[in-house]
């Protein structure tokens, strides 16, 4: 297991009495992004980089569910509560945006040209919009597609570099919204 977070008894904690209750709306969304195990594909051994994301995410992570065991009062004393329900989607946003920077989501595309009408093969990786919603961010040419032979096996391996390349823009992107 990467996710060490997940092994706390604070977080196992919180998930279970979120899960207790009978709230079907935004709670239900909390466990979800909580519980998301879309980290358990990853590849091992991890890269330092991988490392140093998860050890943030496991910081965030734990950082969110104390933050949402304070009480209205003590999260904001003045506020109302579309301020905290906005400050706790924030906070959500956050780790899915650092989830996509320890695996991102990166997948060949074919294009053509509207002027020459050849067709080339880019790399798209993507990023979510501030509504949780997934936008195409990068994209970097593998070139003419009648090159390449088999586009549908495409593999991070084949384009390492560009993966790489992908990925570090990824990171930056991440560190340059939150620090």
């Known amino acids: 297991m990467i996710q060490n977070y997940r092994k706390n008894k604070t977080y196992l904690a919180f998930i279970d009495s979120i899960k207790g209750s009978?709230?079907?709306g935004n709670l239900k969304r909390v466990v979800n992004?909580?519980?998301?195990?879309?980290?358990?594909?990853?590849d091992t051994p991890l890269t330092y980089r991988q490392k140093k994301l998860l050890s943030l995410l496991d910081e965030l992570i734990l950082e969110t569910i104390s933050f949402l065991s304070l009480s209205s009062k003590e999260l904001f004393p003045e506020r109302n509560i579309h301020d905290i329900?906005?400050?706790?989607?924030?906070k959500l946003l956050q780790i899915q945006k650092l989830r996509m920077t320890i695996l991102p989501e990166i997948i060949p595309n074919t294009?053509?040209?509207?002027?020459?009408?050849?067709?080339?093969v880019v790399?798209?990786?993507?990023?979510?919009?501030?509504?949780?919603?997934?936008i195409r961010k990068y994209s970097i040419s593998l070139g003419n597609a009648?090159?390449?032979?088999?586009?549908?096996?495409?593999?991070?391996?084949?384009?390492?570099?560009?993966y790489e390349e992908l990925s570090k823009k990824m990171v930056e992107l991440y560190h340059s919204e939150y620090g």
Not at 85 to 90: A, K
Not at 112 to 118: G, L, V
Not at 123 to 134: A, E, G, V
């Open 33 to 42: 992004i909580l519980e998301d195990s879309d980290l358990e594909s990853i």
């Open 85 to 90: 329900i906005s400050s706790v989607d924030q």
């Open 22 to 24: 009978n709230d079907s």
């Open 146 to 162: 009648e090159k390449l032979v088999d586009l549908k096996n495409i593999k991070p391996i084949d384009f390492k570099a560009e």
């Open 123 to 134: 790399l798209r990786s993507f990023w979510l919009n501030n509504d949780f919603k997934k």
């Open 111 to 120: 294009v053509i040209n509207s002027i020459t009408k050849h067709k080339y």
